[in-house]
């Protein structure tokens, strides 16, 4: 299944490591993920969702509030890979595992692996997937602009408000492959940023290089949630990019700011990998 992220030769999986023929070896971690990622002018011990981030976001997703948003999605999987011989989906940008774990479950019959850049979120979604039972889910620890599969491996490639990486979406899809990107609407969370900011603005639509892939459904969910504490808010605010650039001051204006009703809006966008 996997590559080596240093020679790209095939893994194989030998008691508790992978080693490709070249002999780099990869550890599983107790937990029973794979840490693939290579340390080039960065530490990996800080990239992506740090523990607390990790705390926060689990604890907002597991109250259900994006709850609709995981159905979804996996109803879109169950659709699209109707037909297909043991079909594998790779979600990029995995996080603590709240949406994975929850589309193995739904859909035992495909074979999934997540990856992340964050080693705490790899970490929390094996021990999501070991207390579930889930069977058909592998993790790793890896970037998605340099995916650790080899080229047409996978049926299926999800993207849930993380990097988007077009050419390695293509390389490891096989042809007439689906992938769907989740990104914010216009109004996702406007609540929070208005608490938050003296100006707020609406999130503009992202715009994708995906010049392998045809758009072929375009969907919005829309709804609003009702966070009845402090705690939830912070949650919340926690796992957003604006935990990184608000002060500490306008960061303040969150507390007594309960019960906050906020806006919960989904671009969920699929595509079909086309010949180049």
Not at 2 to 14: A, Q, R, T
Not at 40 to 56: H, Q, Y
């Amino acid at each position: 299944m996997y590559i080596c992220p240093v020679c790209g030769e095939k893994l194989k999986l030998s008691e508790k490591s992978y080693r490709c023929k070249n002999r780099h070896c990869f550890d599983l971690s107790r937990g029973g993920y794979v840490n693939l990622l290579l340390s080039k002018g960065r530490n990996p011990a800080k990239a992506g969702d740090d523990p607390e981030m990790i705390r926060s976001r689990t604890a907002f997703l597991d109250a259900g509030h994006y709850l609709p948003l995981r159905d979804k999605v996996s109803q879109i999987l169950s659709e699209r890979l109707a037909g297909r011989r043991e079909p594998c989906v790779i979600d990029c940008g995995c996080g603590e595992g709240y949406y994975t774990v929850g589309w193995a479950s739904d859909l035992p019959e495909v074979q999934f692996c997540g990856i992340d850049i964050s080693k705490s979120g790899v970490a929390h979604a094996a021990s999501r997937r070991n207390a579930a039972g889930i069977k058909n889910l592998e993790l790793a620890a890896a970037s998605a602009f340099s995916l650790p599969f080899r080229k047409g491996f996978a049926d299926a490639v999800i993207s849930v408000f993380a990097p988007v990486s077009g050419d390695e979406y293509a390389r490891v899809l096989k042809p007439g492959g689906i992938l769907t990107v989740v990104s914010p609407t216009e109004r996702h969370l406007f609540a929070l940023k208005a608490l938050l900011y003296d100006e707020p603005y609406e999130n503009k639509k992202n715009i994708y290089s995906l010049r392998r892939f045809e758009l072929v459904s375009e969907e919005r969910l829309e709804y609003t949630v009702t966070l009845g504490t402090d705690k939830e808010v912070r949650d919340l605010f926690a796992m957003t990019p604006y935990y990184y650039k608000t002060s500490p001051e306008a960061a303040a204006r969150l507390d007594g700011s309960a019960p906050l009703t906020a806006e919960c809006g989904f671009l969920i966008q699929t595509y079909v990998s086309v010949n180049s």
